[in-house]
């Protein structure tokens, strides 16, 4: 079965289920700051899981593009991907788990609509439950109920794992913890247990048996299916609040269940990288299939991400786009390709997805020339690069002077026997990292490059706003971006209807009132973990420094009105901020808020 056909079938199995189907969003988030790349087929529909209605229902199908780089060492191995495609099923507060847990048995085990998989074949896990979740959540039974009734009717019997996970007998369902079946994106946000659907890929081999992670990490069982049963919101670190309506999200990565329909060991075997892997073959001087496999996976992604807008630079998804893509070179010099093969290869990507991500086609020219451009950049870096790391220059000199990748340095080390005096190495990067981390909050705290008075005190301002509002609106008001000018604040927000002029009024009037008590402005510097305790607000996904300053505003830090993790400046007292008023409230975007 062809995955252009399991990506048919899955949507018309949802379709003929009451599912509108709804196009790919892009892999650059249109309103979450939270992430550079879309990571997963939820993230675009965050504020229907919020409870915003969404204009095709409450039933939806799609084939999402994602990009995911935590695992990017990873990629070479069987299974592992940073760009990839993700079929997902949801409802908006319609069905639930007596419904998700059967259509997609049936969508794997039917042979006319569905996948025709062996459900002998199958593993399942559920939510074990968790104690400080949403005030206590219980061990997910109801899916194993539901599971059990759902193998019975194919006469299989479907026993439950014990505490010790371990997979023998007749077991097929393994309760596991939050680490494995508690899904949520980033830190906040809609949240909730899972279950995930494990194939047996080997099954000449006899049952599986032994300690289920085991089983996972040997390849023995792959994960092809997870449903979410989204039923809170974290708002913060341990706090969780129901949310409006109970929602399913559940994700299919197309490339492995290609695989596993086909019996395919891993997913470059695929058709989904049949002509690029043919490609690499060619231009290929060597077998060295990690190498082959890396080259056709970055290639894949940046031709995906540039497609998508994003262009190598040094910063933000630029540079993630960069380092794949600087990545990729190295490999086809692994592979002995010509210069400029990553071009070509680009080529054959752009024909074989084109059709269905006709971005793809429109934007070929710009695809293969920026690819060439990086290509040819890097190439002379690694030149200069080389030359000084022959002659022993500090890797971390070299990827501030030339921009030298880190990695790279860390690779040709490790190729040469040398070895890279790492606590030097990393202390640098991480002084490094924490000007850069400086940087970005100063640039995400809305371009406060100057200290002008004015800016200082609009910045003091917002963090008065953005309590107000969470005062008034309710805590899930999460900022979504905040630009400060000498002329007027602008703070974008989480929201997903008009304010009433009498929410306006409220905010205003808290503002004006911590404006008139005069309270103090004051900073902490708390090692992070602690700094997180204080219920600080913060911004979900980034990853902060050890030490990070909270500028607090109230007598203390316990009593205060408003703490945030933030770089300053800040006025010192409220009482000199002057009258504060809304001019404008408007959408900016899809469950985004905008007020000056
Ligand atoms: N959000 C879940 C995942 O990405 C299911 O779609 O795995």
Same mark, same amino acid.
């Given at each position: 079965?062809?995955?252009?056909?399991?990506?048919?079938?899955?949507?018309?199995?949802?379709?003929?289920?009451?599912?509108?189907?709804?196009?790919?969003?892009?892999?650059?988030?249109?309103?979450?700051?939270?992430?550079?790349?879309?990571?997963?087929?939820?993230?675009?529909?965050?504020?229907?899981?919020?409870?915003?209605?969404?204009?095709?229902?409450?039933?939806?199908?799609?084939?999402?593009?994602?990009?995911?780089?935590?695992?990017?060492?990873?990629?070479?191995?069987?299974?592992?991907?940073?760009?990839?495609?993700?079929?997902?099923?949801?409802?908006?507060?319609? %069905?639930?788990?007596?419904?998700?847990?059967?259509?997609?048995?049936?969508?794997?085990?039917?042979?006319?609509?569905?996948?025709?998989?062996?459900?002998?074949?199958?593993?399942?896990?559920?939510?074990?439950?968790?104690?400080?979740?949403?005030?206590?959540?219980?061990?997910?039974?109801?899916?194993?109920?539901?599971?059990?009734?759902?193998?019975?009717?194919?006469?299989?019997?479907?026993?439950?794992?014990?505490?010790?996970?371990?997979?023998?007998?007749?077991?097929?369902?393994?309760?596991?913890?939050?680490?494995?079946?508690?899904?949520?994106?980033?830190?906040?946000?809609?949240?909730?247990?899972?279950?995930?659907?494990?194939?047996?890929?080997?099954?000449?081999?006899?049952?599986?048996?032994?300690?289920?992670?085991?089983?996972?990490?040997?390849?023995?069982?792959?994960?092809?299916?997870?449903?979410?049963?989204?039923?809170?919101?974290?708002?913060?670190?341990?706090? %969780?609040?129901?949310?409006?309506?109970?929602?399913?999200?559940?994700?299919?990565?197309?490339?492995?269940?290609?695989?596993?329909?086909?019996?395919?060991?891993?997913?470059?075997?695929?058709?989904?990288?049949?002509?690029?892997?043919?490609?690499?073959?060619?231009?290929?001087?060597?077998?060295?299939?990690?190498?082959?496999?890396?080259?056709?996976?970055?290639?894949?992604?940046?031709?995906?991400?540039?497609?998508?807008?994003?262009?190598?630079?040094?910063?933000?998804?630029? %540079?993630?786009?960069?380092?794949?893509?600087?990545?990729?070179?190295? %490999?086809?010099?692994?592979?002995?390709?010509?210069?400029?093969?990553?071009?070509?290869?680009?080529?054959?990507?752009?024909?074989?997805?084109?059709?269905?991500?006709?971005?793809?086609?429109?934007?070929?020219?710009?695809?293969?020339?920026?690819?060439?451009?990086?290509?040819?950049?890097?190439?002379?870096?690694?030149?200069?690069?080389?030359?000084?790391?022959?002659?022993?220059?500090?890797?971390?000199?070299?990827?501030?002077?030339?921009?030298?990748?880190?990695?790279?340095?860390?690779?040709?080390?490790?190729?040469?026997?040398?070895?890279?005096?790492?606590?030097?190495?990393?202390?640098?990067?991480?002084?490094?990292?924490?000007?850069?981390?400086?940087?970005?909050?100063?640039?995400?705290?809305?371009?406060?490059?100057?200290?002008?008075?004015?800016?200082?005190?609009?910045?003091?301002?917002?963090?008065?706003?953005?309590?107000?509002?969470?005062?008034?609106?309710?805590?899930?008001?999460?900022?979504?971006?905040?630009?400060?000018?000498?002329?007027?604040?602008?703070?974008?927000?989480?929201?997903?209807?008009?304010?009433?002029?009498?929410?306006?009024?409220?905010?205003?009037?808290?503002?004006?009132?911590?404006?008139?008590?005069?309270?103090?402005?004051?900073?902490?510097?708390?090692?992070?973990?602690?700094?997180?305790?204080?219920?600080?607000?913060?911004?979900?996904?980034?990853?902060?420094?050890?030490?990070?300053?909270?500028?607090?505003?109230?007598?203390?830090?316990?009593?205060?009105?408003?703490?945030?993790?933030?770089?300053?400046?800040?006025?010192?007292?409220?009482?000199?901020?002057?009258?504060?008023?809304?001019?404008?409230?408007?959408?900016?975007?899809?469950?985004?808020?905008?007020?000056?």
């Amino acid at each position: 079965m062809t995955s252009e056909e399991i990506r048919q079938k899955f949507l018309a199995f949802f379709e003929k289920r009451g599912h509108k189907i709804i196009p790919s969003a892009s892999l650059v988030p249109a309103n979450d700051s939270s992430t550079l790349f879309t990571t997963a087929g939820m993230q675009p529909l965050v504020p229907y899981l919020m409870g915003q209605p969404h204009p095709q229902g409450t039933r939806l199908a799609d084939c999402q593009k994602c990009v995911r780089t935590a695992d990017i060492d990873d990629v070479g191995d069987n299974r592992h991907l940073t760009f990839f495609e993700m079929l997902g099923n949801w409802s908006f507060g319609d %069905y639930f788990k007596k419904e998700s847990i059967p259509w997609s048995f049936d969508f794997l085990i039917s042979k006319e609509e569905g996948l025709g998989l062996d459900p002998n074949r199958f593993y399942m896990t559920v939510f074990v439950g968790d104690p400080p979740v949403g005030g206590g959540i219980p061990c997910d039974e109801e899916s194993i109920k539901i599971w059990q009734e759902v193998f019975a009717k194919y006469g299989i019997e479907a026993k439950v794992a014990g505490e010790d996970a371990v997979v023998k007998d007749n077991v097929r369902i393994i309760p596991l913890g939050k680490e494995d079946n508690f899904w949520i994106a980033g830190e906040t946000g809609p949240c909730g247990g899972d279950t995930e659907m494990f194939y047996d890929t080997d099954p000449a081999a006899g049952q599986p048996a032994g300690k289920f992670n085991d089983l996972v990490l040997s390849s023995r069982l792959i994960e092809i299916w997870n449903n979410v049963f989204m039923e809170f919101n974290k708002i913060a670190n341990g706090k %969780y609040e129901p949310l409006v309506k109970k929602n399913v999200d559940t994700g299919m990565g197309l490339e492995r269940t290609t695989a596993v329909v086909n019996n395919h060991a891993t997913v470059f075997d695929t058709d989904l990288f049949e002509p690029i892997m043919a490609k690499i073959n060619e231009l290929s001087k060597n077998d060295d299939e990690r190498a082959k496999r890396i080259v056709a996976d970055h290639i894949r992604s940046a031709v995906f991400m540039i497609a998508d807008g994003v262009i190598p630079s040094n910063t933000d998804r630029g %540079y993630i786009l960069r380092r794949i893509l600087r990545r990729a070179v190295r %490999y086809t010099d692994v592979l002995g390709m010509a210069q400029d093969s990553l071009n070509q290869i680009a080529g054959v990507i752009i024909n074989k997805y084109g059709d269905i991500y006709t971005n793809l086609k429109d934007n070929s020219s710009i695809i293969k020339n920026e690819i060439s451009k990086e290509e040819k950049k890097f190439r002379e870096t690694l030149e200069k690069g080389l030359r000084e790391f022959e002659k022993g220059r500090d890797p971390f000199d070299l990827y501030q002077s030339f921009g030298f990748p880190i990695e790279l340095a860390e690779e040709l080390a490790k190729e040469r026997g040398i070895t890279i005096d790492r606590a030097k190495f990393e202390e640098a990067m991480k002084k490094h990292q924490e000007l850069s981390k400086a940087g970005a909050e100063q640039k995400f705290k809305g371009g406060l490059g100057g200290d002008s008075e004015k800016i200082v005190k609009y910045h003091t301002a917002t963090h008065l706003l953005q309590q107000a509002l969470a005062d008034v609106l309710g805590p899930s008001v999460a900022q979504k971006g905040s630009n400060i000018t000498g002329e007027r604040l602008r703070f974008d927000f989480a929201f997903d209807r008009k304010m009433t002029d009498e929410e306006k009024r409220k905010v205003e009037q808290i503002v004006n009132e911590k404006i008139g008590v005069n309270l103090p402005v004051n900073k902490v510097i708390l090692p992070r973990e602690e700094a997180e305790k204080t219920g600080a607000r913060h911004l979900f996904g980034e990853k902060y420094g050890d030490q990070v300053s909270i500028y607090f505003i109230g007598d203390s830090l316990d009593n205060a009105y408003s703490k945030e993790f933030c770089g300053g400046p800040h006025v010192a007292n409220t009482g000199v901020l002057g009258h504060f008023k809304i001019s404008k409230e408007e959408a900016v975007a899809a469950g985004v808020r905008r007020i000056k």
